[in-house]
């Protein structure tokens, strides 16, 4: 069954093992099943060796169904230094299904830390730029990238997920808010405390929650809630994959 392949591919994941990483290598070299590629490619971004890049860009070259295709750009990124920053930012600004690999370029420059990946990101989210899914994304990605520039081009980075605050989409103002908490923005506080009183009550919690730790964050906190909110987007998706499986008809908007 498909769904125990995503549970294989999440322990191979949590693992972290030479052993883990081989198998996880080995499958994704090979493995076909379209419900369980995306789980199994996204776990390759758990980890940083030098053989990902070839087998994921392997893969890609191949052709994938969009939810893999989406994982495997994400987990590119996470590469840093190794992750093919030209072939991101290309896919970044091609139109496909859905959206999804676009999505996934874009998170992915965002996991590489280079402060090359920042104009790509900002030119997403400006609004027409792309669709106003995709530039979720490009919030996110920023929100992930900015704890690792240097701090004259923080301002630009975190000025533009400002205005994103008063964008018309309101997936759009909620990733940018969240990115913006993500990133330890504590000089934006009050433009995002101003975003959440715009917000029902349930929705409002969160966010102001997230503006109180602002001052009490440790160094690494912004890349751990990132990473937290990740994790809980693909649990989504997973769930939404179950959906798509028991009906086949049902054609759902990117999530």
Do not use: N
């Not at 499986?245 to 759902?252: G, I, L, Q, T, V």
């Amino acid at each position: 069954f498909w769904g125990v392949r995503c549970e294989w591919a999440d322990a191979l994941g949590d693992a972290q093992t030479e052993a883990a990483l081989s198998g996880l290598l080995s499958l994704a070299a090979t493995h076909r099943d379209p419900l369980s590629l995306a789980a199994l490619l996204r776990q390759l971004g758990r980890y940083r060796d030098a053989r990902i890049v070839p087998c994921l860009t392997a893969r890609l070259a191949e052709g994938l169904p969009p939810r893999a295709h989406e994982a495997a750009l994400d987990a590119l990124g996470a590469q840093r230094a190794l992750a093919p920053r030209e072939t991101l930012a290309a896919e970044a600004q091609r139109p496909g299904h859905g959206g999804f690999a676009q999505r996934g370029a874009l998170r992915g420059l965002g996991r590489t830390h280079q402060r090359e990946a920042r104009e790509p990101l900002q030119a997403a989210l400006r609004p027409g730029a792309v669709h106003d899914l995709v530039r979720v994304a490009a919030a996110e990605g920023l929100g992930e990238l900015i704890p690792h520039l240097e701090r004259a081009e923080q301002e630009p980075a975190k000025d533009a997920l400002e205005d994103a605050l008063r964008d018309p989409h309101p997936r759009v103002r909620r990733a940018a808010a969240m990115a913006l908490c993500a990133a330890g923005a504590g000089e934006k506080s009050d433009a995002i405390g101003a975003y959440a009183r715009t917000l029902p009550h349930q929705d409002r919690v969160g966010i102001e929650r997230s503006i109180t730790r602002l001052g009490k964050r440790d160094p690494d906190a912004a890349s751990k809630q990132l990473d937290g909110l990740r994790d809980k987007l693909r649990a989504l998706e997973e769930r939404l994959l179950v959906l798509e499986a028991r009906d086949p008809s049902h054609k759902s908007e990117p999530s």
